[in-house]
């Protein structure tokens, strides 16, 4: 049978910006011109791949990632694409990359205007060219769009992809409006935080008044303290305050961090838009929260830092210091706000009271033969022998396909699938294998931390340090009522998963 080729359609950003105006869809008229195309030049299309975002990068395109597996197949002869630039013409390197499979696999590119052979060494130039002086070109627009951006904001007008709670994007435009709904919630919030309430008592005050936030979720503090500094609300337009920059790269993938730039980096001007606050309540909203500078202690203070969690939604406890009725500070663990779980919050010496219950038990189930420990010898010889089935299948794969008996898209697919298996194996047995504790190891370890949780010279940070060489994770419950009774179930490293408590009555 004929090789095949494969079609590859991407939008450019002139593209993108064109259909905003109706202009055309641009998939649908280059998928029609270079089908014209391959049924001109007799060439067998096998598969279409549609890229319906314009990425930068290699890893932000999930179809052209699959067209460069699929050319690894011997039996396909080329890719057909509108132009050059389309498969690339961002970072050097990723180009390069680009440039290098379709050399060593000898896939032919196709355009309406030529045919490219990679294996000859003209058109190998030539495409060097062109994705060379795309990559000069994709940086300039890139600068003409950025000094575009920085100067219609600077012209009063709003360029954020999503308009801010309390607004409304005009279609077409740089401009927002108030939203009839969301309005009146955020100057609200302006209003508590000027006359002295807290971000806290904000967000529980809007979630007991069943309003809840754009998508439908629970308010938090850290959202409360997001709308509060923003200065769109008094009238005002930031635009460049907080820059995604990269910081390296690991092979095609970017890593990038998000940083806030400093004074006279970014636009803050007066905005054509209706503002919702006026600047002197903005001002006083600030001045709550600005007025006494927070001074931050690092060292841990929670014992159980990063291992109890809710029992219902598996969201970490946090450690608050809080007042009572008589104004005395105490620690208490407490459920994240933005979530619909209604876990309560229970004081941390009763929580650290009923670990300890739960550890002595533990321990002395131990003893007494009632929990088991370490692993199953049976299992862990039928997954040794797994494994070394699974290392003989590969092997037999390689095999077929030195000898030609597959082909590389089924040796890939079929080496894959078992790789993906033997990872899930070996996983299994190492967990399996971590278990092999001793009884009598357990038992000790269990009653030593005990000992630890009750010796207050001891810091957090060591009893922390101590319960997570022993503990895996603690699924905490309490009754919703005050006082309700705090069930805790521990999950021991080295032993079976614990049963769930009972629920109560």
Request: proline fraction near 4%.
């Given at each position: 049978?004929?090789?095949?080729?494969?079609?590859?359609?991407?939008?450019?950003?002139?593209?993108?910006?064109?259909?905003?105006?109706?202009?055309y869809?641009?998939?649908?008229?280059?998928?029609?011109?270079?089908?014209?195309?391959?049924?001109?030049?007799?060439?067998?299309?096998?598969?279409?791949?549609?890229?319906?975002?314009?990425?930068?990068?290699?890893?932000?395109?999930?179809?052209?990632?699959?067209?460069?597996?699929?050319?690894?197949?011997e039996?396909?002869?080329?890719?057909?694409?509108?132009?050059?630039?389309?498969?690339?013409?961002?970072?050097?390197?990723?180009?390069?990359?680009?440039?290098?499979?379709?050399?060593?696999?000898?896939?032919?590119?196709?355009?309406?205007?030529?045919?490219?052979?990679?294996?000859?060494?003209?058109?190998?130039?030539?495409?060097?060219?062109?994705?060379?002086?795309s990559?000069?070109?994709?940086?300039?627009?890139?600068?003409?769009?950025?000094?575009?951006?920085?100067?219609?904001?600077?012209?009063?007008?709003?360029?954020?992809?999503?308009?801010?709670?309390?607004?409304?994007?005009?279609?077409?435009?740089?401009?927002?409006?108030?939203?009839?709904?969301?309005?009146?919630?955020?100057?609200r919030?302006?209003?508590?935080?000027?006359?002295?309430?807290?971000?806290?008592e904000?967000?529980?005050?809007?979630?007991?008044?069943?309003?809840?936030?754009?998508?439908?979720?629970?308010?938090?503090?850290?959202?409360?303290?997001?709308?509060?500094?923003?200065?769109?609300?008094?009238?005002?337009?930031?635009?460049?305050?907080?820059?995604?920059?990269?910081?390296?790269?690991?092979?095609?993938?970017?890593?990038?961090?998000?940083?806030?730039?400093?004074?006279?980096?970014?636009?803050?001007?007066?905005?054509?838009?209706?503002?919702?606050v006026?600047?002197?309540?903005?001002?006083?909203?600030?001045?709550?929260?600005?007025?006494?500078?927070?001074?931050?202690?690092?060292?841990?203070?929670?014992?159980?830092?990063?291992?109890?969690?809710?029992?219902?939604?598996?969201?970490?406890?946090?450690r608050?210091?809080?007042?009572?009725?008589?104004?005395?500070?105490?620690?208490?663990?407490?459920?994240?706000?933005?979530?619909e779980?209604?876990?309560?919050?229970?004081?941390?010496?009763?929580?650290?009271?009923?670990?300890?219950?739960?550890?002595?038990?533990?321990?002395?189930?131990?003893?007494?033969?009632?929990?088991?420990?370490?692993?199953?010898?049976?299992?862990?010889?039928?997954?040794?022998?797994?494994?070394?089935?699974?290392?003989?299948?590969?092997?037999?794969?390689?095999?077929?396909?030195?000898?030609?008996?597959?082909?590389?898209?089924?040796?890939?697919?079929?080496?894959?699938?078992?790789?993906?298996?033997?990872?899930?194996l070996?996983?299994?047995?190492?967990?399996?294998?971590?278990?092999?504790?001793?009884?009598?190891?357990?038992?000790?370890?269990?009653?030593?931390?005990?000992?630890l949780?009750?010796?207050?010279?001891?810091?957090?940070?060591?009893?922390n340090?101590?319960?997570?060489?022993?503990?895996e994770?603690?699924?905490?419950?309490r009754?919703?009522?005050?006082?309700?009774?705090?069930?805790?179930?521990?999950h021991?490293?080295?032993?079976?998963?614990?049963?769930?408590?009972?629920?109560?009555?």
């Amino acid at each position: 049978m004929a090789g095949y080729y494969l079609m590859y359609l991407r939008k450019s950003r002139a593209d993108a910006e064109k259909e905003k105006y109706g202009k055309y869809e641009t998939l649908a008229v280059h998928e029609e011109q270079l089908t014209k195309l391959a049924r001109l030049e007799h060439l067998r299309v096998a598969e279409v791949y549609r890229e319906l975002v314009s990425g930068e990068t290699i890893e932000a395109r999930t179809e052209f990632k699959k067209v460069m597996e699929r050319i690894a197949d011997e039996d396909c002869e080329g890719v057909i694409v509108h132009a050059i630039d389309r498969l690339g013409r961002g970072d050097p390197v990723e180009y390069g990359w680009i440039l290098s499979c379709f050399r060593f696999t000898h896939t032919l590119i196709v355009t309406p205007g030529r045919t490219y052979d990679p294996d000859n060494a003209s058109d190998l130039q030539q495409l060097k060219l062109q994705m060379f002086v795309s990559n000069i070109e994709f940086d300039h627009i890139r600068e003409r769009l950025t000094g575009g951006s920085y100067a219609s904001a600077e012209r009063g007008n709003y360029l954020g992809s999503k308009p801010p709670y309390g607004y409304d994007k005009v279609a077409g435009k740089s401009a927002i409006v108030p939203n009839s709904r969301e309005a009146p919630v955020v100057r609200r919030i302006f209003s508590m935080a000027a006359d002295g309430a807290n971000k806290g008592e904000i967000a529980r005050s809007l979630n007991d008044s069943g309003i809840l936030t754009r998508h439908g979720k629970l308010w938090c503090s850290s959202r409360i303290g997001t709308i509060i500094s923003n200065p769109v609300y008094k009238g005002y337009v930031r635009y460049g305050y907080r820059r995604q920059r990269v910081v390296s790269r690991e092979g095609m993938t970017f890593v990038k961090q998000t940083k806030v730039s400093r004074d006279g980096e970014y636009v803050l001007t007066k905005g054509v838009h209706e503002p919702l606050v006026s600047e002197r309540e903005w001002r006083r909203a600030q001045g709550a929260f600005e007025a006494v500078p927070v001074q931050r202690d690092r060292t841990m203070k929670n014992p159980l830092s990063g291992l109890i969690v809710c029992g219902d939604c598996g969201r970490a406890l946090v450690r608050q210091v809080v007042k009572n009725r008589y104004g005395s500070k105490y620690e208490r663990l407490h459920h994240a706000y933005n979530s619909e779980c209604r876990c309560r919050s229970a004081d941390l010496g009763d929580i650290i009271d009923a670990l300890c219950e739960a550890l002595a038990q533990i321990a002395k189930d131990v003893e007494l033969g009632v929990k088991c420990c370490g692993a199953d010898p049976n299992e862990l010889e039928s997954l040794e022998r797994a494994i070394e089935e699974e290392d003989r299948k590969l092997d037999k794969l390689l095999e077929l396909y030195y000898a030609e008996a597959i082909t590389v898209g089924e040796f890939k697919q079929r080496r894959d699938a078992s790789e993906e298996l033997s990872r899930r194996l070996r996983e299994r047995h190492d967990d399996l294998a971590a278990r092999a504790a001793e009884p009598a190891e357990i038992v000790t370890t269990t009653r030593g931390a005990i000992r630890l949780l009750a010796d207050d010279s001891v810091s957090a940070e060591a009893k922390n340090s101590f319960l997570r060489r022993i503990i895996e994770r603690i699924d905490y419950w309490r009754e919703d009522r005050r006082g309700g009774r705090i069930r805790l179930v521990v999950h021991m490293r080295g032993m079976d998963p614990p049963q769930p408590p009972p629920t109560p009555s």
